[in-house]
């Protein structure tokens, strides 16, 4: 069996990344791909408490009994510039990842597609906020660590914490003195909410580089240990880009995709893969080798470490502009050298998902039908495709139920030939026969148009082969009829937000047991949404991404609240609200429209500088006023040559409409009296908050510029440069 043949001995369930096989363990854990290489989350749970990370906020709350289950203790976000985007727990200890820099209207925007999509990823740099939870209702920070750089991924192994980060290098103007480390990834390191001074992660001479990559971006690989708060971070700087990660107990891979430099090779593959490998703890991070391989990856999956073995799965694009695409499988070794490799699969198509399991490889590849293909990599030198299955549809996320079955999660097609998408579909694969894989059971999760966040995220997918249980979150929409306020009848778009629960056996396949809904209705429709805040707290409120058992109780979380349900009866058990998102997202809306309004200010009184100085330079004197007025009022619509400041203008016009404050007549732009001077000007401003360096205030616009310390007259020697 699978269970008695791979990572020394380890049961299935272990190695699949189901967790630690403990029977008195009963809860889940984060799906992962590596047992025992934990994945960063918005949930957590140790079996007693439950740690959630909402919009803005963490919070622990008490997970059992269920009837009363409650909101135990509140973190709010470590600065009013940090948007917390990932958590860990070990033991004691609390781990909060997430990005630095401000709150902006585009975050609702950004969070919503972000449910869908499976990222919360920002750019900014990267803060790390360490808790001590022995007292689960007074955390107490402990440690912070702020990085440069935009935060990828991160894994847990015990008490390691590993992140990966991209950073451009920190630029000067040429004329502006510096060093080479000064273009370095900074970190900044103290204890409790303290930060210390920025310094280098590197030294100029430990940054590593592998040719032919020589980019303009800093890939970063660091770690910290969650109990040992004087250790120092350790770092490895990799000039390189973007890449996929994929992390054993014992090393880390970085692939980067590029365009292949070699024209002899452009038949084979267009694109190739760079792989990087970086040595884990214990003992410093140290780069050990890289390898090229053809084609490029999907995702994390693409990638697996066995028995000293790497085995990566890729997409290759070959003719004229890659016209001609096929997949392959490649398997090198400790040195990262090929040893072995299983190419032209499925012509024409590329990957959707893969997965390898022991000594066992799947792939699904994708145009019109959905092939699943079995690989027997139990030789390293000689690789073989075994089997071959084609069904209708395609998976992009693939889950072991045991040794010789295989859960698919993907998209039905609705049109064998066209191979149209048409919602989402669940299958199960029977791999006994491992050369003629059958699919043993299938089902149309929901109806009309349907999306689940688990078919790109993982994490959002929970199955549990003991209790027979397997949930997903679900978006479906369904157009109906309802009458409008006249009675008349009009085609309008209903929404749900569910978990869908399922028994999974393989004697009777999937049986839908619940859909659970965190709406007050369980559905809602284009009346219900209102306008566009309303609809975005409606949406993000109530969008389940996750879900996990304790016991016989399933918990499925989205920002707003947890919701507990029994899972003999199916019946709700328990609520814990969480963080207010309607006076959270009022508020950041408010502070982007005050953002908004100060932005236009700059504009605005920046255009009138302009004008201003164009009719210095034909008049040689500015426009004057005999007493404050209000630009853009009736006395000051347009800017002219003949009329200077007036209602209606002639001759040329420099302002042909002169702008008012966004928040006029509260708020106003003031063109000042210039005491008889033509060679100045002064106009006065209110900004509501910090903006583009100014501060908030009254500001002062004169020939000279934009200040804060007033309305300085002076006599011009040049004419004003525009």
């Known amino acids: 069996a699978l269970g008695d043949t791979v990572n020394q001995g380890l049961s299935f369930g272990t190695i699949v990344g189901w967790g630690e096989t403990d029977s008195n363990r009963d809860f889940s854990t984060t799906n992962v791909q590596v047992a025992g290489v934990d994945e960063a989350d918005v949930v957590k749970t140790d079996g007693t408490y439950l740690y959630a990370l909402s919009v803005r906020e963490v919070s622990i709350s008490t997970a059992t009994p269920p009837d009363q289950a409650k909101r135990l203790a509140v973190i709010a976000a470590a600065g009013p510039d940090f948007t917390p985007t990932d958590l860990f727990v070990a033991g004691n200890r609390l781990a909060v990842i997430g990005a630095v820099g401000p709150a902006r209207h585009g975050d609702l925007d950004w969070l919503e597609s972000a449910l869908v999509e499976g990222s919360r990823v920002r750019s900014g740099p990267t803060r790390i906020a360490l808790y001590d939870i022995r007292d689960r209702a007074r955390p107490a920070l402990v440690r912070t660590v702020e990085l440069d750089g935009?935060?990828?991924?991160?894994?847990?192994?015990?008490?390691?914490?590993?992140?990966?980060?991209?950073?451009?290098?920190?630029?000067?103007?040429?004329?502006?003195?510096?060093?080479?480390?000064?273009?370095?990834?900074?970190?900044?390191?103290?204890?409790?909410?303290?930060?210390g001074e920025p310094r280098p992660l590197v030294s100029c001479e430990a940054v590593r580089y592998l040719n032919p990559i020589v980019e303009g971006t800093f890939v970063t690989v660091a770690n910290l240990n969650l109990a040992q708060d004087a250790r120092p971070l350790d770092a490895l700087v990799i000039l390189g880009g973007d890449s996929q990660v994929y992390v054993s107990r014992t090393n880390l891979y970085l692939a980067r995709a590029q365009a292949n430099p070699s024209e002899g090779n452009r038949l084979r593959s267009l694109t190739q893969t760079n792989l990087y490998r970086v040595r884990l703890a214990p003992g410093p991070l140290a780069l050990t080798g890289s390898a090229i391989v053809p084609g490029t990856t999907l995702n994390q999956f693409s990638m697996d470490e066995h028995d000293g073995y790497v085995r990566i799965a890729t997409t290759l694009q070959g003719g004229r502009w890659g016209s001609r695409s096929s997949a392959g499988v490649y398997v090198l070794d400790g040195d990262l050298r090929q040893v072995g490799a299983v190419e032209n699969l499925a012509p024409g198509e590329r990957i959707f998902a893969a997965r390898f399991l022991g000594p066992k490889g799947y792939l699904v590849t994708f145009r019109q039908i959905d092939p699943l293909f079995t690989l027997?990599?139990?030789?390293?030198?000689?690789?073989?495709?075994?089997?071959?299955?084609?069904?209708?549809?395609?998976?992009?996320?693939?889950?072991?139920?045991?040794?010789?079955?295989?859960?698919?999660?993907?998209?039905?097609?609705?049109?064998?030939?066209?191979?149209?998408?048409?919602?989402?579909?669940?299958?199960?694969?029977?791999?006994?026969?491992?050369?003629?894989?059958?699919?043993?059971?299938?089902?149309?999760?929901?109806?009309?148009?349907?999306?689940?966040?688990?078919?790109?995220?993982?994490?959002?997918?929970?199955?549990?082969?003991?209790?027979?249980?397997?949930?997903?979150?679900?978006?479906?929409?369904?157009?109906?009829?309802?009458?409008?306020?006249?009675?008349?009848?009009?085609?309008?778009?209903?929404?749900?937000?569910?978990?869908?629960?399922?028994?999974?056996?393989?004697?009777?396949?999937?049986?839908l047991k619940a859909k659970i809904s965190h709406l007050p209705n369980g559905v809602f429709?284009?009346?219900?949404?209102?306008?566009?805040?309303?609809?975005?707290?409606?949406?993000?409120?109530?969008?389940?991404?996750?879900?996990?058992?304790?016991?016989?109780?399933?918990?499925?979380?989205?920002?707003?609240?947890?919701?507990?349900?029994?899972?003999?009866?199916?019946?709700?058990?328990?609520?814990i609200r969480l963080e207010d998102l309607a006076g959270l997202l009022e508020e950041q809306l408010a502070s982007a429209r005050r953002q908004s309004r100060d932005a236009k200010r700059l504009s605005d009184v920046k255009q009138v500088q302009t004008g201003f100085a164009l009719y210095f330079n034909d008049r040689d004197a500015y426009p004057a006023v005999v007493a404050a007025t209000n630009l853009g009022s009736e006395a000051a619509r347009c800017l002219s040559t003949t009329s200077g400041l007036a209602a209606v203008c002639t001759g040329t016009v420099y302002l042909s409409r002169v702008p008012a404050d966004p928040q006029s007549p509260d708020h106003e732009y003031v063109l000042q009296p210039n005491s008889g001077d033509p060679s100045t000007y002064c106009i006065t401003f209110q900004l509501e908050g910090a903006t583009s360096g100014y501060p908030a205030g009254k500001r002062y616009a004169t020939h000279e510029g934009i200040s804060t310390t007033g309305c300085m007259a002076a006599n011009r020697t040049s004419r004003p440069s525009y």
């Open 150 to 195: 935009r935060y990828q991924t991160a894994r847990l192994i015990g008490d390691e914490l590993y992140l990966v980060l991209q950073s451009p290098p920190r630029y000067r103007p040429l004329d502006t003195p510096a060093d080479g480390a000064q273009l370095l990834p900074t970190v900044r390191d103290g204890l409790g909410a303290s930060l």
């Open 376 to 511: 027997d990599l139990a030789d390293p030198a000689a690789p073989r495709l075994v089997g071959e299955l084609k069904v209708a549809g395609f998976s992009t996320y693939l889950h072991p139920y045991d040794d010789t079955h295989l859960i698919g999660l993907g998209e039905n097609t609705d049109d064998p030939e066209l191979g149209t998408q048409a919602g989402i579909k669940l299958a199960l694969f029977d791999l006994t026969d491992f050369a003629h894989p059958v699919e043993q059971f299938s089902t149309a999760v929901a109806s009309g148009q349907a999306i689940t966040p688990a078919g790109k995220d993982h994490r959002a997918f929970l199955f549990d082969r003991a209790k027979n249980l397997l949930v997903i979150p679900v978006v479906s929409t369904q157009p109906t009829l309802a009458a409008d306020a006249t009675g008349v009848s009009r085609r309008e778009e209903s929404v749900r937000l569910d978990a869908y629960v399922y028994r999974l056996t393989l004697d009777n396949g999937f049986e």
């Open 525 to 575: 429709t284009e009346r219900d949404l209102g306008d566009d805040l309303t609809g975005s707290i409606a949406v993000i409120e109530n969008f389940i991404l996750r879900s996990l058992y304790i016991g016989n109780s399933l918990y499925t979380f989205s920002p707003g609240r947890w919701v507990i349900t029994d899972l003999g009866t199916y019946q709700k058990t328990g609520e």
